[in-house]
T-cell receptor
Framework: DGGITQSPKYLFRKEGQNVTLSCEQN?????MYWYRQDPGQGLRLIYY???????QKGDIAEGYSVSREKKESFPLTVTSAQKNPTAFYLC?????????????FGPGTRLTVT | GENVEQHPSTLSVQEGDSAVIKCTYS??????FPWYKQELGKRPQLIID?????GEKKDQRIAVTLNKTAKHFSLHITETQPEDSAVYFC?????????????FGKGTHLIIQP
């Protein structure tokens, strides 16, 4: 998991502004994921991508957008349409193929919107 | 979609005693069940996982059991130590060889009493 980086660690934004969270990995993993964690809650899947230029919505995609232009990078944009954007955002990556299931997480970005 | 229930939400044990955390899942097609440990403000760390073709897996003081018929799996920690204090999450997914997001339980806060 040391090969996944997220920046910044803390992010503050005013309501109504879009904000983009960075996620980079050098593990040569094909798949990348974004999860959201709220206090006292488990992680919930926002978006995931199996391959460059392809991605799918997760359970809570509304108000978020992603891109996957490079294998190493999977940025997440939190738009002004997201009703409760304040949360801890975690990026993960994994290899694909039969038998390759393990997902490894980045250090996370704590977003606060006021 | 998949639904994962995790119990208890808080577990307090004496140092040296055993701890057991239980999870149930709803989708009988799920075939991968990881457990993550998360310390305050940190990323989740994969500590052990089990696949549906195995009933039990052990790694030193940690073991996981899987009952596919009942659709539940458990984490067992023996000889607990202060550094075991953390939040533990179970998760489940069906992986057909591609990228699939994990469905997480809501977590168990494990407290090791000295």
């Amino acid at each position: 998991d040391g090969g996944i980086t997220q920046s910044p660690k803390y992010l503050f934004r005013k309501e109504g502004q879009n904000v983009t969270l960075s996620c980079e990995q050098n593990l040569n993993h094909d798949a990348m994921y974004w999860y959201r964690q709220d206090p006292g809650q488990g992680l919930r899947l926002i978006y995931y991508s199996q391959i460059v230029n392809d991605f799918q919505k997760g359970d809570i995609a509304e108000g978020y957008s992603v891109s996957r232009e490079k294998k190493e990078s999977f940025p997440l944009t939190v738009t002004s349409a997201q009703k409760n954007p304040t949360a801890f955002y975690l990026c993960a990556s994994s290899p694909t193929g039969w038998g390759s299931y393990e997902q490894y997480f980045g250090p996370g970005t704590r977003l606060t919107v006021t | 979609g998949e639904n994962v229930e995790q119990h208890p939400s808080t577990l307090s044990v004496q140092e040296g005693d055993s701890a057991v955390i239980k999870c149930t899942y709803s989708d009988s097609a799920s075939n991968y069940f990881p457990w993550y440990k998360q310390e305050l403000g940190k990323r989740p760390q994969l500590i052990i996982d089990i696949r549906s073709n195995v009933g039990e897996k052990k790694d030193q003081r940690i073991a996981v059991t899987l009952n596919k018929t009942a659709k539940h799996f458990s984490l067992h920690i023996t000889e607990t130590q202060p550094e075991d204090s953390a939040v533990y999450f179970c998760a489940a997914l069906y992986s057909g060889g591609g990228a699939d997001g994990l469905t997480f339980g809501k977590g168990t806060h494990l407290i090791i009493q000295p």
